[in-house]
C-alpha cells in the first residue's frame, strides 16, 4: 500500500481572506515517517489585515518570523516538487485546499479527507472494513498531542497512517 502525503498548513486566520504561514508534509519512507515544513513569507498582496494574534497564539509562529520565511513563490515550486503528483491527505481539508490554492496562485492538487482515506485503504475489496486496522489508526491518532505546528500535525496523520498499515 503506498503512503499517501500528508498535508496541514497554519494561516494567519481562519477567515475566507486568510492566507498560509506555515505548511507541512509527512511520508512515510519504508517504516520511517518524514516530516518537512516551511514558513511562508506573505505575498504583497495577501491582506495584512488578516493576522489574528488569536490565530498566532494557537500555533505559536509570531507575525515577525515571516517577514525572514521563504518567499510564498518559492514554497509553492518547493511544495509540487516535493508531491510529485502523489496523493494529498489532510484532516481539514476544506481549509487546507483553500490555502494550498492560495499559496499556489491557482487551483492546486486535490487533498482528500484523511477519515475517507483512511476508511477506504483499510476496507476489505468487499467493502466490510478492516476494523482492527482502524482501531489502530484511530488510537494513535487521538493519543497524540496536536501541536498546531504544520510539520508535527502533517506528521501526526502519517503516524496515525503506519499505525493502521501495521509496523
Known amino acids: 500500500m503506498d503512503s499517501p502525503i500528508f498535508i496541514d498548513f497554519e494561516a494567519s486566520s481562519l477567515s475566507p481572506q486568510s492566507w498560509p504561514i506555515e505548511v507541512g508534509l509527512a511520508w512515510l519512507d519504508g517504516k520511517r515517517v518524514v516530516s518537512v515544513s516551511k514558513l511562508i513569507r506573505p505575498r504583497w498582496n495577501w491582506p495584512e489585515g488578516d493576522w489574528n494574534p488569536k490565530s498566532e497564539e494557537v500555533h505559536g509562529i509570531p507575525r515577525s518570523d515571516l517577514d525572514g520565511a521563504d518567499h510564498?513563490?518559492?514554497?509553492?515550486?518547493?511544495?509540487?516538487?516535493?508531491?510529485?503528483?502523489?496523493?494529498?491527505?489532510?484532516?481539514?481539508?476544506?481549509?487546507?485546499?483553500?490555502?494550498?490554492?492560495?499559496?499556489?496562485?491557482?487551483?492546486?492538487?486535490?487533498?482528500?479527507?484523511?477519515?475517507?482515506?483512511?476508511?477506504?485503504?483499510?476496507?476489505?475489496?468487499?467493502?466490510?472494513?478492516?476494523?482492527?486496522?482502524?482501531?489502530?489508526?484511530?488510537?494513535?491518532?487521538?493519543?497524540?498531542?496536536?501541536?498546531?505546528?504544520?510539520?508535527?500535525?502533517?506528521?501526526?496523520?502519517?503516524?496515525?497512517?503506519?499505525?493502521?498499515?501495521?509496523?
Not at 496562485?105 to 483512511?118: A, E, Q
Open 72 to 167: 510564498a513563490d518559492n514554497v509553492a515550486v518547493w511544495l509540487l516538487e516535493v508531491v510529485e503528483g502523489r496523493p494529498l491527505v489532510s484532516d481539514a481539508p476544506e481549509f487546507d485546499q483553500r490555502w494550498c490554492d492560495r499559496l499556489l496562485g491557482k487551483p492546486g492538487p486535490r487533498i482528500d479527507d484523511f477519515d475517507r482515506v483512511l476508511w477506504m485503504a483499510f476496507s476489505h475489496e468487499d467493502g466490510t472494513v478492516a476494523p482492527g486496522r482502524l482501531h489502530h489508526a484511530y488510537k494513535n491518532r487521538v493519543s497524540r498531542k496536536v501541536l498546531h505546528r504544520a510539520g508535527d500535525d502533517a506528521a501526526g496523520l502519517c503516524y496515525a497512517w503506519r499505525a493502521g498499515v501495521g509496523k
